[in-house]
């Protein structure tokens, strides 16, 4: 099976001039249950015209990247301050998107602040480029900003990502977007804002040791294995976002910013290049990654994060890699 | 006439707060800031550019000696930002410096709170020339091992005043420090010591 071949794909290099213009693919789209109908109308449609700009210079209409300049400088200067108190969580005006929350709202408004012309935009969701969150969202950014769009993480300078970190170490210049759906690593343990606010403000984070401690008293081990909280050069508690704590180690010391938003829980943090990232744990309950019997049956990679794909009805099911960039860069180059 | 504000300006903005936010992200690594536009002396390019780009209505803005003396400067920064200004460190968002010899103690600028650290001001400085591998010695976030980064003119015992900015963490101050052509960052988070 080679479920890779199949996948759509924006293409490998930068491509943002090559995806197809909104309209024209919004007509295709209508058009197609009813192949034989003739166009109706020759003449050029003003939505028509209006399409060759929109895939260079983005959708006419909208402003670069979508939100306005108000609302860009409101999210620029909590990025800055996300980024001078590492771990905090910066509370910022968050907008309506025209998507809903839950789907990388946060991400989206910090990657529409940060993005310029010369970036090459990668988007991810759980380490695929082809998943539906991944690539609208790439075409949401490739329709209002006429930027560039990557699979590949060595081409990508801004690199958004739903509970994944790229198995291909990240570079210096790289920024990591996360979309986060729930900031505040203490929220299940202290429900109101007001006291969670306080307990960052007084580093009182023993509820957070309680909360581990008790997985081991009754696992045996510490039972969570996503969202494991961080701590960050050495004073705030944080949530990483969803991501299974085996990509918790990359986050450490990592040359790329890490930036973080929740859209609906209005919060952005940051963790900067070449910072501590600690993984809470015990001296006789050291922290400890998930471990993978076998190697991904696609690409034979063994230390890559994989998923578990059920392939029939019958209890079969394989291990694959869940950064499809990394596991379809490694089968193309067996192939050669 | 009203000296003309960013040419671009969306993309210009862009470009200024990337460098700023670069130079915060690493400490010590002075950034290129290819600042567009042509203010009223004595405010420089370089301040004016991180004006534009992040102040507005809702940032309170503190200027020193030099710039409040201007009124050409605050009619500037009116028109190109909105921005309120405010004659009270503790209640602005950002400050603007131009003769860093004579910058009030950091400690007068606000702190933040327990709570919100992020309330504090964010100190933008014009200095004449910033250098990196040579002078104050840097560690913290952002700096892979330690940096080293020159700086002149400097406030008075701005080492001692930095040291106890730090010693406040997650309260304090951030700076912007600018010299012609560039931006290096200087946030509550970096231990400063003399080199």
Request: hydrophobic share 40%; net charge negative.
């Amino acid at each position: 099976m080679s479920a890779m071949g199949m996948l759509p794909r924006d293409g490998g290099a930068p491509d943002g001039a090559q995806v197809p213009s909104p309209v024209r693919e919004r007509d295709r789209v209508r058009d197609a249950p009813y192949p034989e109908r003739p166009d109706p109308s020759p003449q050029p449609s003003p939505e028509r015209e209006r399409a060759p700009g929109a895939s260079e210079a983005g959708e006419a209409g909208y402003n670069f990247a979508y939100l306005d300049e108000g609302t860009k400088r409101m999210i620029r200067r909590a990025i800055l301050k996300a980024i001078a108190v590492p771990g905090y969580q910066v509370p910022f005006a968050s907008r309506e998107m025209p998507m809903p929350y839950g789907w990388g709202t946060g991400g989206v408004q910090v990657t529409a602040a940060i993005l310029g012309r010369a970036d090459v935009l990668k988007v991810i969701d759980q380490g695929a480029d082809d998943t539906t969150n991944a690539v609208s969202i790439r075409r949401f950014f490739a329709r209002t900003s006429g930027i560039a769009t990557t699979t590949r993480t060595t081409a990508a300078t801004i690199i958004q990502t739903r509970h994944r970190i790229p198995e291909t170490p990240l570079r210096e210049g790289q920024i990591l977007v996360y979309q986060v759906p729930i900031p505040e690593p203490l929220r299940f343990l202290e429900p109101r804002e007001t006291e969670t606010r306080q307990l960052h403000a007084l580093a009182e984070y023993g509820a957070m040791h309680v909360k581990l401690y008790e997985d081991i008293s009754r696992h045996g081990h510490i039972a969570t294995t996503y969202a494991y909280p961080v701590e960050v050069a050495g004073r705030y508690v944080m949530d990483p976002s969803p991501t299974p704590k085996f990509d918790n180690p990359k986050m450490d010391q990592s040359p790329a910013l890490q930036l973080f938003g929740a859209g609906r829980e209005r919060r952005i943090y940051a963790v900067p290049p070449y910072t501590s990232v600690r993984s809470l744990d015990f001296e006789d309950h050291p922290f400890r990654v998930q471990e993978f019997t076998e190697p991904c049956a696609l690409c034979g990679a063994s230390g890559h994060y994989l998923d578990e794909v059920v392939t029939d009805d019958s209890g079969g099911r394989m291990y694959v890699c869940s950064d499809t960039d990394i596991c379809e860069t490694r089968v193309a180059e067996a192939a050669r | 006439m009203l000296a003309p504000g960013f040419a671009d300006p969306v993309h210009d903005a862009q470009g200024t707060f990337r460098a700023v936010m670069d130079a915060l992200a690493r400490p010590g690594l002075p950034q290129r800031l290819d600042a567009g536009p042509n203010p009223p002396a004595p405010l420089t390019p370089e301040l004016a550019a991180i004006a534009l780009a992040l102040t507005d209505a809702d940032t309170p803005v503190w200027l020193d000696a030099d710039l409040a003396a201007s009124s050409e400067v605050a009619a500037y920064l009116r028109f190109h930002t909105g921005a309120p200004l405010t004659e009270d460190p503790a209640r602005a968002a950002f400050a603007l410096i131009r003769d860093p010899a004579r910058c009030p103690p950091l400690a007068r600028f606000a702190q933040g709170t327990p709570a919100y650290p992020d309330t504090s001001t964010t100190l933008v400085l014009a200095l004449d020339a910033i250098a990196s591998e040579a002078g104050l010695r840097l560690i913290g976030p952002g700096i892979d091992g330690t940096a080293r980064i020159a700086l002149s003119p400097l406030p008075d015992s701005f080492v001692a005043q930095l040291a106890e900015n730090r010693a406040g963490f997650p309260l304090g101050v951030d700076l912007i420090l600018t010299a012609p052509g560039r931006v290096a960052g200087l946030p509550r988070s970096t231990a400063v010591t003399e080199g």
